[in-house]
């Protein structure tokens, strides 16, 4: 039997505590780092904490796990939820042995005050009290700070089951949902279907259901052949996506207005831009679902917004808010907005029909790869005057792109896949983007870290898609570095000026200059070949610049990547070079390689053959040095290296062969159109 503390934190008759965060494990190993402030913040032993996922029922409402903001802004209240449990056990170790709680101490997990020892297990009775009045004390760090091995990756690395696909429910069905040809696309009539074929059906929404996977397989396949679309053209030319972006509608976003006139100087410009991206999860998008005989429903999701999830099933299943339940269970990680939601509705919608059975169901390849929102195509355009010296005195900086966020009720709409294909559809709306106070979308980061004298920076977001896009690692802030610090290259190269020292002598910030310094002196900067790029991510978040050495010969090669970077006080130092090697490898994969691929009908990159990744052989070696500073708080490092990353390569690449790629992925045929 377990006592209810703070909500969110029970302790058991074995001196188990479990605490329930507000955030989810993507991979990040943030449930590692979490349940390391709740250790020190509690005064316990790390292996007495559980840390369990965040849920509907039961669990706090933290929002999103993103924007790298887990530690950032989950770590806070989490201490001061365990700093109050471990306050109240205080004052009743104290009550109990006559003694001042200043004469109480609590280090890992036992209370002692002379001879006198308790543990949390004894006094958790205690914590029924109200916890209102109880003051948090002063933690010891034993564990924030450390190197504590991940908790999830034994069961990874031993192959247990962990994922929301070897999810196994009592009495579990199995279900497929057969997606429209195209985006356009709607049932042209229901065909006549065999008797032994389950399927579900619900305006253009169709599925199937079936006792094994391999026959929901099956049964998905005969009702394909079964089924015929009215379809018709509504994508834009994958050729010309510059002019399908600024062709508009579009909804303005002035980021910073510049003053008076531009100076005298010289005006140098360039344009840049990428094309749309997948999330390209390892494995596919998976949920499950159970409609219980009093009505509710129960969903388990790797959904990184499992209450605004809730809300978006609830409306499109037509229930009241407390007959939905959502939990999260491990997924494949995708940082950023994939299919996850998606496959929840299609398990709610399929479960519906099965009388109190659960149902799993896990999208394919091809699903994910064409069905999951991407990250949106975008297109710049950037200017600067110039002194005599090279020195930039004005800079004005334009920026086209779709939205980027579409999360379930984003914009008032559920925002689900399935939602749109039903007898009475829902509108899914075109993406929008965050407030600036929350990042921004399109134009994160848009604004340099430099010191400009005159600046302009607009953003120009579509408001009429045909392609959905959502939020993908970074959002608009992996375009836009990358453009940025480009062009400051492309600027240092055209005065004559050393690029790392360009960017200094524009430089006041002394964090932006110390990661700057210690970058380019783990790489080596001065040898020929090297890029580098810099940020600040959102402006507020990690410092973090990198060196690329790239190998230019019959192909375009990253042998090593430098980093560093500055998060602030670091809770898990390899947690934080994980997070900085797995953004950084991303990174290059994009930068080099990818870009969806679609006809003026339909998505047609739907495999790893029409849609290539970096494979481990082409994999650099990734340095990542900490820029340690305990004095500042903790932000998150997920999403810091991706921009820098991307403008180091495309600056090493134009060092090593002379010729300057704009647009992205840098591929090699890229590189020889560029060299005319």
């Not at 390209?280 to 959904?303: I, K």
Request: glycine share 10%; hydrophobic share 40%; with cysteine.
């Amino acid at each position: 039997m377990s006592t209810p503390v703070e909500e969110r934190v029970s302790i058991s008759s074995g001196g188990v505590i479990t605490v329930i965060a507000g955030k989810v494990e993507l991979g990040q190993g943030v449930l590692t780092a979490l349940s390391q402030i709740a250790a020190d913040a509690l005064g316990a032993d790390l292996a007495q904490v559980r840390l369990v996922a965040a849920r509907t029922d039961g669990g706090p409402d933290e929002g999103l796990t993103a924007g790298s903001l887990s530690i950032q802004r989950g770590g806070p209240p989490l201490r001061e939820a365990c700093a109050r449990v471990r306050a109240a056990c205080v004052a009743e170790a104290a009550r109990r042995w006559g003694v001042s709680p200043d004469e109480v101490t609590v280090r890992r997990g036992e209370f002692r005050s002379g001879d006198l020892t308790a543990t949390y297990a004894d006094l958790a009775k205690a914590l029924e009290l109200p916890m209102e009045d109880v003051r948090a004390v002063q933690e010891e760090r034993d564990y924030v700070g450390t190197s504590v091995p991940r908790v999830d990756l034994p069961d990874k690395v031993a192959g247990r089951p962990r994922f929301i696909h070897d999810l196994r429910l009592p009495d579990q069905l199995y279900g497929r949902v057969l997606r429209p040809p195209s985006p356009a696309a709607r049932l042209a009539r229901p065909a006549p279907l065999p008797q032994d074929l389950r399927v579900v059906r619900d305006g253009s929404f169709l599925g199937v259901l079936a006792e094994t996977e391999a026959e929901a397989d099956r049964a998905l396949g005969r009702l394909r052949r079964l089924t015929e679309w009215d379809d018709h053209d509504t994508l834009p030319d994958e050729r010309d996506l510059r002019t399908y972006l600024r062709a508009g509608p579009h909804e303005t976003v002035p980021v910073c207005e510049a003053t008076g006139e531009p100076p005298e100087g010289e005006v140098v410009g360039a344009t840049y831009s990428r094309p749309f991206l997948a999330h390209a999860s390892m494995a596919p998008s998976a949920a499950a679902a159970r409609w219980n005989p009093d009505g509710t429903v129960e969903v388990w999701t790797h959904s990184q917004g499992l209450f605004l999830l809730r809300r978006a099933l609830a409306d499109v299943l037509g229930l009241d808010l407390g007959r939905v339940v959502v939990r999260h269970v491990e997924g494949a990680g995708c940082y950023g907005h994939n299919g996850a939601d998606d496959v929840a509705l299609d398990a709610a919608l399929l479960a519906r029909e099965c009388g109190g059975r659960p149902v799993l169901v896990r999208w394919s390849r091809a699903d994910e790869l064409t069905w999951s929102p991407f990250g949106s195509a975008m297109s710049v355009d950037v200017s600067a005057v110039v002194d005599a010296a090279g020195s930039v005195r004005s800079w004005e900086y334009d920026v086209w792109s779709q939205g980027h966020i579409s999360r379930p009720t984003y914009g008032g709409e559920p925002n689900l896949l399935a939602g749109a294909h039903l007898e009475r559809p829902w509108t899914y709306r075109a993406a929008t983007d965050p407030p600036p106070q929350a990042g921004a979308g399109m134009t994160r980061n848009a604004e340099p870290i430099y010191d400009f004298p005159r600046a302009r920076i607009t953003g120009h977001r579509l408001t009429r898609t045909p392609i959905r896009s959502s939020a993908l690692r970074s959002l608009g802030a992996f375009m836009n570095v990358f453009a940025i610090e480009s062009f400051m290259d492309e600027l240092a190269l055209a005065a004559g000026r050393d690029p790392l020292a360009y960017r200094l002598d524009h430089l006041s910030d002394p964090r932006g200059r110390e990661v700057l310094r210690r970058a380019a002196d783990a790489a080596g900067w001065g040898r020929p070949g090297l890029g580098i790029g810099f940020a600040q991510y959102k402006g507020y978040g990690a410092y973090c610049a990198a060196v690329a050495e790239v190998e230019a010969e019959e192909e375009l090669r990253v042998r090593r990547l430098t980093i560093a970077v500055d998060v602030g006080l670091v809770v898990n130092p390899d947690g934080v070079r994980n997070q900085i090697e797995g953004g950084a490898i991303q990174a290059t994969s994009w930068t080099l390689k990818e870009q969806v691929r679609f006809d003026r009908r339909a998505i047609t990159s739907r495999d790893w053959e029409s849609y290539p990744i970096l494979r481990f052989s082409e994999t650099p070696e990734v340095v990542v040095e900490l820029v340690e500073d305990p004095a500042q708080p903790s932000v998150g490092a997920g999403e810091a290296a991706q921009g820098p990353v991307a403008a180091a390569i495309a600056n090493a690449v134009a060092a090593s062969v002379e010729v300057r790629v704009r647009d992205l992925p840098i591929t090699r045929d890229a590189v020889i159109r560029a060299m005319g």
